[in-house]
């Protein structure tokens, strides 16, 4: 893949890493916002590779993030795995890499990272793209992720990686066949060095989800939704079969901004990987019309 690594420190420290995807032509890019995409709770970067190359070919900047405890950025203190403080990891790159603004694409735990980054600072985001997440989430739906999500898994043969993925994700994507289930082992795994594979993040980042919490906060997240739906162009992405985002929440949303688009991506649940076509020709389109 056509991407450079790019590194960076947190407020505290920490090196941050992203991957970052050059616009195909200097010229183009130079005029257009580039795109930042922030993955799910237990994602990295490399969900949004085929985004981010089709992306970029069209003349955009594309930095995909591995936020704090993912992938090829560093783990931190479990009390600080919190939507702010990836918001302020956020806004420290943007500073570093002189980007005043840019597009956002967020993916479930990313739309509240989108909307937190707006809400602390309003201009940095200039459009959003929101993929299968909103101001609430049901406890059931918590409970689903909590019952496989930072959970002890030893390391284990890459045809053990591929059947757990499977298993845990089958009912999310339907449609995939052995060749996808095994690209997803690519983005979830690492593989140490004598050959075995692990999970690609530090365990502690599910202990910090909290469903009392996040009912207790659910009226300053629909006030962060509202205030970034209103200001800026926005697209909301939702798997047909989701359970993060129901369909009831997402009439909600659209009802709250009326300005806001909706696209559903069939046979998929939570949440769309935004390689679908359905998904991508949502984004293309709703891309072309911002600056």
Known sequence: MAYQDLYWRSSEGL?????????????????????????????????????????????????ALDLRGRAGSEYGKRSRYRPPVYADDVLALMRQQAIPRAVFIGTSLGVLVTMTVASKRRDAVAAAVLNDAGP?????????IAAYAGKPLAPMGRAEAVAYIQRIAQAVYPRYDLADWEAMVERTFR???????VLDYDPAIVRTINPWMLRLLRPLLWRSYRRLARGCPTLLVRGETSDILGQD???????????????????????????????????ADFLAQVE
């Open 191 to 197: 593989m140490l060095p004598d050959g075995r594979w």
């Open 15 to 63: 090196r941050l890493h992203a991957r970052d995807y050059a616009a195909a032509s200097a010229g183009a890019g130079a005029a257009r916002l580039p795109v930042i995409c922030v993955p799910g709770l237990t994602r990295n970067s490399a969900d949004f590779g085929e985004l981010a190359q089709w992306t970029s070919a069209q003349g955009r900047r594309v930095l």
């Open 249 to 283: 929440l997402a009439l909600r949303m659209l009802a709250a901004a009326p300005g806001t688009h909706l696209a559903e991506v069939p046979e998929v649940g939570h949440a769309p990987s935004l390689s679908e076509p359905e998904a991508r020709a949502a984004i």
């Open 136 to 144: 609430e989430v049901s406890d059931q739906a918590l409970q689903r």
